[in-house]
Nanobody, 126 residues
């Protein structure tokens, strides 16, 4: 069983930045495809950014140019750097992992992932 632990959420003003982290201790982390999803109240969970074991990435159109996803395989940790945050970025952010290679075009699909963290709240408001 893979445990994912998110951290780094908080409240920021529009235009601010946050960095989310997702630790996955005790896993063969480098082999996993990983992603960040978010869910706002009353809305479906949506993919934000994903990266597979080959380093291919995919981003939602709404965050392109503002968010960066990266992974540190030595630390078994996934990151999401979020810049120029907007009120529409508000939601619960979840880390997800899959123990197989996911094609780039499928990296933001909820049904591709087996393991999920508990989530960390991000609130963007003035």
């Amino acid at each position: 069983q893979v445990q994912l632990m998110e951290s780094g959420g908080g409240s920021v003003q529009p235009g601010g930045s946050l960095r989310l982290s997702c630790a996955a201790p005790g896993t063969t982390y480098s082999r996993y495809s990983m992603a960040w999803f978010r869910q706002a109240p009353g809305k479906e969970r949506e993919g934000v950014a994903g990266v597979n074991s080959l380093g291919s990435t995919r981003f939602a159109d709404s965050v392109k140019g503002r968010f960066t996803i990266s992974r540190d395989n030595a630390k078994n940790t996934l990151y999401l750097q979020m810049n120029n945050l907007k009120p529409g970025d508000t939601g619960m952010y979840y880390c997800a992992a899959a123990a197989f290679q996911i094609y780039t075009l499928s990296l933001l699909k909820v049904d591709q992932y087996q393991y999920w963290g508990q989530g960390t709240q991000v609130t963007v408001s003035s």
